[in-house]
Nanobody, 114 residues
């Protein structure tokens, strides 16, 4: 099964930016939809951005206009550009197909704090 490795998280001040990457061990081109999910402390995991094979994108209302998802099928990589970050964006971020595979990566922690 495809293994997913997320990276790029960190500590950033409100209003700052981060770019997350997700490297897959196998081809992602066969996955019609890839997504970024996040899980904040005490909350359920939620889908925040998704991208189709034709590059159509969709976003949760909470991140629309601030986050941009992209995919590079040739590199088996999915990206999430996050701008104008808010404290509410603090969470562990994961990538997976939509709907998700049963196996998840370790995620990457994003902390937005002054």
């Amino acid at each position: 099964q495809v293994q997913l490795v997320e990276s790029g998280g960190g500590l950033v001040q409100p209003g700052g930016s981060l770019r997350l990457s997700c490297a897959a061990s196998g081809s992602i081109s066969r996955f019609y939809v890839m997504g970024w999910y996040r899980q904040a402390p005490g909350k359920q995991r939620e889908l925040v951005a998704q991208i189709y094979t034709d590059s159509t994108t969709d976003y949760a209302d909470s991140v629309k206009g601030r986050f941009t998802i992209s995919r590079a099928n040739a590199k088996n990589t999915v990206y999430l550009q996050m701008n104008n970050l808010e404290s509410e964006d603090t969470a562990v971020y994961y990538c997976n197909k939509v709907p998700p595979l049963t196996n998840w990566g370790q995620g990457t922690q994003v902390t937005v704090s002054s």
